[in-house]
């Protein structure tokens, strides 16, 4: 009999610290999240408390710099430490994300929400409120770039579910 992988760690990296939700596929419960230092980041990931990843990866937009080049570093050591793990990985690019929520961007006679906030309502609208601290909902603590690794991973999932 085959168990099912429904543990995903969805990854959001940057130079500094990482944004992560540890959430089950089938269920969507939520299991963990925040944003840390990529040194403890790297420690935890080393555990393998998951079944699958999803990682935001850098993708080429015409910008360069320290951070960009260090960013790209953290999603090679993640991948590195993925493929050790021999856990399955998927490499989500934001435009992807982007498309599958169907952001829209600001024109020349319309301006539009960012891209994260329209995300974050996306998300919302599918899962439920954040509530507050006497009555949390289903995103409470959820903030900055919580919300989009969130969204990597249900872009993933929702992608395997279609079959891509």
């Known amino acids: ?41 790297i420690e935890m990931i080393e555990k393998g408390n998951f079944d699958k990843v999803a990682l935001e990866i850098i993708v080429n937009m015409g910008v360069s710099g320290r951070t960009l080049f260090e960013t790209a570093e953290y999603v090679g050591i993640y991948t590195y430490i993925t493929n050790t793990l021999q856990k399955p990985l998927k490499r989500v690019r934001r435009t992807d994300v982007k498309k599958h929520f169907k952001v829209k961007r600001s024109t020349k006679h319309k301006k539009q929400p960012s891209a994260d906030s329209q995300i974050r309502t996306s998300l919302i609208e599918r899962f439920g409120e954040v509530g507050t601290k006497a009555k949390p909902g289903y995103f409470y603590g959820f903030k900055a770039d919580i919300w989009q690794a969130f969204a990597v991973g249900v872009y993933a999932v929702d992608k395997e579910k279609q079959g891509d």
């Open 1 to 41: 009999m085959r168990v099912a992988l429904s543990k995903v760690l969805a990854i959001d990296p940057a130079n500094k610290q990482t944004a992560y939700v540890l959430f089950d596929k089938n269920t969507w419960e939520i299991y963990d999240k925040g944003i840390i230092p990529n040194r403890e980041f």
